[in-house]
DNA sequence: GTGGTCTAGACCACC
DNA sequence: GTGGTCTAGACCACT
């Protein structure tokens, strides 16, 4: 069953997205081996060579990492894994809150908007 | 002096974004007679078909209309540039908030996120 | 008072089509004349120069003519005006039917598509 | 061998027409893959660039779709396809009609302009 | 002078 | 190989 990609951004990207987030919310826990390349593919209805690339990217950010011949595995370093998930939060943060800036909204109103869309 | 373009995303989309926040903010008035095409694309160091492309798609919104062999103007429209304004805002906020949902974070941490961004 | 003008035609040719029309239904008799080319375009809110350019193609179809010196006037002849007329229906009649057959539809269907949108 | 185009309307538009109608009379089934931009331009006779234009402008109907590095695929959702179908017949029904309307003629002088025609 | 269209050709990201 | 974007430059219709 392939998984829901929007049009308007890399497929690539979009599985690291998913896969990003999926380690970070404890869905694969830190020292856990990761699927077959191309069974991830198949599970995601992708290009085998799309997985890849989507898993090569997410390797350099150093929250999996590669055992030759063996598989992938989520790291163990639990730092990093916070490290990385504050600097996630904070970038996607700080973009949201620029976008809103640039419209002339000032800190209230975009908390407003925040809380609104929350409720 | 050309603006500052990011390589993530398309040019005219960059584009797109300048202007559509400049009219939401009021930099261009309702029924202000915008720049012609090839001044605009000098200004911001595009060829002038890029920022046709960007204009025309801005126009398919209906924030600005174009009288033929005269130029093109903001709309007048107050209600329409409100309604506008107000799904660009939701929009950025639930793309925000689901991207911080995904990782599992509740609401209050989310709030908690965007107002430590804020200070 | 501007008359409305979609933005997906030449004006020159949409005001063609309002003037035309008036003639064929006989807002303006035959050997009328008509009213002086800048205050038309004052009427339908337009350059002067879009008018002219508008009642001088009307006037290669025959249906009105220029005194010069002195105005515009609708031809009297008739059975131009006859044939002008049935002329334009055949025509927008053939584009029309052409337009729906060329999507598969047969005589059938047409005629059911105009009855229904008759009602 | 280049398509036949009219110089009345631009020729990005006459090909969203003749592959729209080609989609709508089942040419093209749904699910079904396009030929490459390219080669649609080749057998069009006309700039790649223009052949892209239009297939975009259709895509935003919701006819075609793109798959990002593959191709173009013919929407399988046949819902959406009578309904665009649909709209489309009761468009130029409309238009048909408003113009012989605006001439003076009534219903019944417009039903039998058709039948005329289609004999 | 204004916007709109088209061609030509290049480069890139993606699968 | 696929579509997407961008540049360059030309031509046209409209006001």
Same mark, same amino acid.
Not at 31 to 58: C, F, H, W, Y
């Given at each position: 069953?392939?998984?829901?990609?929007?049009?308007?951004?890399?497929?690539?990207?979009?599985?690291?997205?998913?896969?990003?987030?999926? @380690? @970070?919310?404890?869905?694969?826990?830190?020292?856990?081996?990761?699927?077959?390349?191309?069974? /991830?593919?198949?599970?995601?209805?992708?290009?085998?060579?799309?997985?890849?690339?989507?898993?090569?990217? @997410?390797?350099?950010?150093? /929250?999996?990492?590669?055992?030759?011949?063996?598989?992938?595995?989520?790291?163990?370093?639990?730092? /990093?894994?916070?490290?990385?998930?504050?600097?996630?939060?904070?970038?996607?943060?700080?973009?949201? @809150?620029?976008?809103?800036?640039? /419209?002339?909204?000032?800190?209230?109103?975009?908390?407003?908007?925040?809380?609104?869309?929350?409720?």
């Amino acid at each position: 069953m392939a998984w829901n990609f929007s049009a308007d951004k890399p497929i690539f990207q979009q599985i690291m997205d998913v896969i990003t987030a999926d @380690i @970070i919310r404890g869905k694969y826990k830190p020292g856990e081996k990761l699927a077959a390349v191309r069974d /991830l593919a198949l599970e995601a209805g992708v290009n085998p060579n799309t997985m890849q690339r989507a898993l090569s990217e @997410i390797e350099s950010t150093g /929250l999996i990492s590669t055992k030759r011949g063996d598989g992938r595995y989520v790291t163990e370093d639990e730092a /990093l894994l916070q490290l990385v998930t504050k600097n996630y939060v904070a970038e996607k943060t700080n973009d949201f @809150i620029d976008s809103l800036r640039i /419209l002339g909204l000032d800190d209230k109103q975009i908390t407003m908007a925040v809380e609104q869309c929350l409720k």
